[in-house]
C-alpha cells in the first residue's frame, strides 16, 4: 500500500451525505423522502448508486423502504416503546420526567441563545408567530402542538446533535401523553395565559441572544408546568376521595345493626 486515502465510491458517499442529514436533523423520524428519480436527480447520482446508498442506510437502520417509498426510520423506537410501556401509568415518574425536563430544557434555551444563525432566528420568529396564532384561536389541542413545535425547535436551535434526538423522543413520549394529558393542561382555567407568555419570554430571550435570561425562562416554564399538573392530580384524587365518599352507601348493609 502506497498510504494514498481510498476515495469512497459514490454510493457511500451519497450514504454518508443522507446520514448527516440524519444526524443534524434535517430529515426527521418517520419523514417520506421525495422519489427515488427526484433523489437522484438532485443529489446528482444514477438511480443504481443512489439504491445502494438508501439499501446500505437501511440495513443500519436509519431508513425504511417500503412499496409507499423511503422513510427515515423511527430509529428510537425500539428503545422508546418499552421505555413508554415502564413509564406510563405511574404519577410518581411524572416528578422525575419534569426535573430531567428542566435541567435539559434550560440549558437547550440557554445555548440556542447563543448558537442560533440567522435562519434559527427566522425560524424561531416564525413559531412565535404559530404560537400567537394559536393563542388567539382558543384551540387547546393546536396550542398545544405549537408547544412542543417550539421546544423542538429549541433542541434544533441548540446546535447539539445529542440533545436534540434524545429529546426529540422524549417530545414522542409527550405527544402520546405518557406523562401527562397536555389538552388537559391547557383546558384548565387560568393556565392558557401563563403559559402563553411563558413560551414568548422563551423565545424572546434566545432572539435577544440572553443566554441567562433564555435558560431562567425555560425553567420557570417546567416548573409552573410541573406544579400546575400536580395541582391537577390532586384536584382529581380530592373528587375521587369525595366520590367514593358519596357512594359508601354502595358497600354496606341496609341493616341498621352496628358492632357492640
Known sequence: MNGTPLTP???EAIAQ???MLILEGVLRPGEKLISERELAAKLEVSRPTLRDAIA???ARGLLTTTRGGTYVAQFLSPVLQPLASLLSDKPEVT????EFRSILEGEAAGLAAVRATEVDRKALEACLEQIEAAHKLD???EEAEADVGLHVLVYEISHNVVLLHVMRAMSELLRNEIFYNRQQLYLRPG??????KQHL????AILSGDREAARKAAMDHMRFTRETIDEIRRGESRLEASLHRVGRSELLSSSRNKLP
Open 201 to 204: 419570554a422563551i423565545g424572546r
Open 139 to 141: 384551540d387547546p389541542a
Open 9 to 11: 465510491k459514490a454510493s
Open 95 to 98: 416528578q422525575d420526567y419534569f
Open 17 to 19: 451525505h443522507i446520514e
Open 191 to 196: 393556565v392558557r395565559e401563563p403559559l402563553y
Open 56 to 58: 446500505a442506510l437501511a
